[in-house]
């Protein structure tokens, strides 16, 4: 029962704070409330050690392996162990897989860091209590403990620092690239720990040596973190310069508009008095199908200069009239349903971008959709205090996503209309999303109103 013990304390101390460092930077993102994931994660890392401290107990007690081999079989064993362990943090974890792979190789190096210091001490340190062949002996747990408080901290610290601010900007390939350099930096420290166990070739320079492999391997993981995090600054930057932009050409269009009716408002004023003595000199003839005809067609090319009233808010009416006119001549359906609207607690420029980038994105979309799904469908409405507008367009079905975020399909394009949508969202407490179905797209702006 002792032997229990103590393989069992061993066992746990080694899996709990490396387990607990692999959930550690999906706070938030696990598959149930964080307290609910570590009484999981307590119980299976628990149930794990019981079952490695039984077989080990069985195999000793009934010598099922020569006691010159108890040590390896069990280290074997433990590191068969670590196949359910991955299991688990599958399970607990939400996440690309590529991303939990990374973590998980990451805690792993630093689990096998910490033991190969624990086990130097262990061989070339003389120990009174060594009694069997078998792991975890009564001095060695103290100072396997000892390690275990000190190890993960500055691991903790690092992800929490440097990794977690960067980890919803990576994708796909930046966490292969990080999973390739954690396991060559796993290897490396492997192939360098090996000569540590040979009696002929340790000595204190080969041990020091290994010292500063194991900082230079973190170091890395450090500079790597630091060039994301550098990266995702100038993505940033460049995210915002692209939205001030594109806020600049809405609000440019919006006065460029005022300037064209302003002028066209002129224009008619001046000519209007042209048009009086034609009218009149009609009706002096009494030639009344004449005046009539004249009359129709004046006001007809009056219309195709009126902005219609698709609402009560004229930068909302002037963007869907320049859209509406795109898709007529383009051949998209586009159909609008807005009841009459409220005051809108938000800045011209930013309710330009919005709906600019919104019907944009919706437009590119529906221009490559098959015939008979070109269409754009906007509405909009209040509920509460939100101010929802809803754009559903056909498309190709043709999307590329990265880490729940919809890239431009088309050359040359950043793909920043959508990130822009989101942003302004967020700056008045509401929430942008997208989704697709097949050959629909589905976009969604909610911005709360005072």
Do not use: W
């Amino acid at each position: 029962m002792i032997i229990f013990i103590r393989l069992f304390l061993g066992c746990f101390i080694q899996l709990f704070p490396f387990s607990l460092l692999c959930i550690y930077p999906f706070q938030g993102r696990c598959r149930y409330p964080d307290h609910r994931c570590l009484r999981f994660l307590i119980l299976g890392i628990f149930v794990l050690s019981c079952i490695f401290s039984g077989i080990c107990v069985m195999m000793h007690s009934f010598h099922l392996v020569s006691p010159e081999r108890e040590y390896l079989t069990s280290n074997v064993l433990f590191m068969l162990l670590l196949i359910p362990c991955l299991f688990l943090y599958i399970h607990l974890t939400f996440g690309i897989p590529e991303m939990k792979l990374f973590v998980f190789l990451f805690a792993v190096t630093a689990a096998f860091v910490m033991t190969s210091l624990c086990n130097l001490v262990f061989v070339h340190i003389p120990d009174p209590h060594k009694s069997d062949h078998l792991p975890y002996s009564y001095g060695f747990l103290p100072i396997f403990l000892a390690s275990s408080l000190l190890c993960p901290p500055p691991l903790i610290l690092l992800l929490k620092k440097k990794f977690i601010p960067t980890s919803s900007f990576l994708g796909k390939r930046e966490y292969r690239q990080l999973c390739f350099l954690a396991l060559i930096l796993f290897v490396i420290l492997l192939v360098g720990f090996v000569p540590l166990f040979d009696n002929d070739r340790y000595s204190i320079c080969m041990l020091c040596l290994y010292l500063g492999l194991i900082l230079c391997a973190f170091l890395i993981y450090y500079i790597f973190f630091q060039i994301f995090a550098l990266e995702m600054k100038r993505f940033e930057s460049d995210r915002l310069l692209e939205l001030s932009r594109q806020q600049m050409e809405a609000q440019n269009e919006y006065y460029k508009n005022i300037i064209e009716k302003t002028e066209e408002n002129r224009r008619l004023r001046h000519d209007f008095r042209q048009h009086l003595i034609v009218i009149q000199g009609f009706a002096a003839e009494q030639n009344y199908n004449k005046l009539t005809e004249y009359l129709a067609d004046h006001l007809k090319h009056l219309d195709t200069l009126a902005i219609p009233q698709y609402s009560n808010h004229m930068i909302i009416n002037i963007l869907l009239h320049h859209y509406h006119r795109i898709c007529r001549e383009e051949s998209i359906e586009f159909v609008t349903a807005i009841p009459a609207l409220p005051e809108l607690s938000i800045s011209d420029t930013d309710l330009s971008a919005l709906l600019g980038n919104l019907l944009e994105n919706a437009l590119n979309g529906a221009r490559h959709a098959i015939s008979g799904h070109k269409y754009i469908h906007v509405h909009m409405r209040v509920q509460g205090n939100q101010f929802i507008i809803t754009v559903d367009n056909g498309f190709d079905g043709v999307v590329e996503e990265a880490q729940d975020t919809y890239l431009s399909t088309k050359k040359d394009h950043t793909g920043y209309g959508l990130l822009s949508v989101r942003q302004i969202c967020k700056k008045y407490d509401g929430t942008g999303t997208f989704s697709h179905e097949g050959t629909v797209f589905h976009a969604s702006a909610v911005i709360t109103i005072s």
